[in-house]
């Protein structure tokens, strides 16, 4: 799973599908101009190997979903339920000093 | 026919048949689903619902398939909530895989597009709660 999230292209594709869920292979190849298709396929299937995506198919279609359960499992290791409230409050305050101009 | 809104999926060391009893019995779902008792064991047809500890009802529908132990679909109205309470119900199907020594569960939710109450309670750790704490509570 790490992995996977090492790579800047597959975080792109999953920063892709949490904007918008259940895409289709020409959706995501759409997203990634610089890579072909098969280069596309390549990513996805690492992500799919790490659990990260889950293919379904719709129809003829087959649609990428992100899976967040590893990312949870990740949170659960290391975040201790204590801390959670502090983390949470520092990354709130920094997307909001950030998002002004 | 429209896709899944959201799908989940998680790999837990049992069998089949044990997680079909972890998901359908309620004295085991309160080990795992926030303390509610979820009485989803019944035939296709027959009413569901989850309550929490004190009684209280708050996610209520119906068994639309039962195909033990491999998948059980469901519509689910949420009740805890103001503005999910007046949403349409939604629709959750629960299929179970065998792989080995392990079984992969994936959890589908339909039908959020037009439930947006529903849509941020489950989508802010509500799911990922419920299938974490129930492949610990398998595994332990």
């Given at each position: 799973m790490f992995k996977a999230l090492a790579d800047g292209t597959r975080r792109h594709l999953l920063d892709a599908l949490y904007r918008r869920?259940?895409?289709t292979l020409g959706e995501l190849a759409a997203g990634c101009p610089e890579l072909t298709r098969f280069g596309v396929m390549k990513h996805l299937a690492v992500l799919e190997s790490a659990g990260l995506v889950v293919p379904r198919r719709v129809g003829r279609e087959k649609h990428h979903y992100l899976n967040p359960v590893p990312i949870r499992q990740i949170h659960d290791r290391w975040m201790s339920k204590y801390r959670r409230r502090t983390t949470k409050a520092l990354i709130d305050l920094k997307s909001r000093l950030e998002e002004r101009p | 026919m429209s896709g899944p809104d959201h799908v989940y999926q998680i790999r837990i060391r049992t069998t089949p048949e044990r997680l079909w009893a972890a998901i359908t019995d309620p004295e085991e779902t309160r080990r795992y689903y926030f303390g509610a008792r979820n009485t989803?064991?019944?035939?296709?047809g027959s009413r569901w619902e989850s309550r929490v500890e004190d009684g209280t009802l708050f996610i209520e529908g119906e068994i639309l398939e039962s195909d033990p132990p491999r998948r059980l679909v469901q519509t689910f109205h949420y009740l805890g909530d103001e503005t999910a309470r007046t949403e349409a119900a939604t629709r959750v199907s629960w299929e179970i895989e065998r792989d080995g020594d392990e079984c992969v569960l994936t959890l589908v939710h339909h039908g959020l597009e037009a439930a947006p109450g529903t849509r941020r309670v489950v989508s802010t750790g509500g799911w990922t709660t419920i299938l974490a704490r129930l492949k610990e509570y398998l595994e332990a």
């Open positions: 869920d259940g895409l | 989803m064991g019944g035939p296709a």
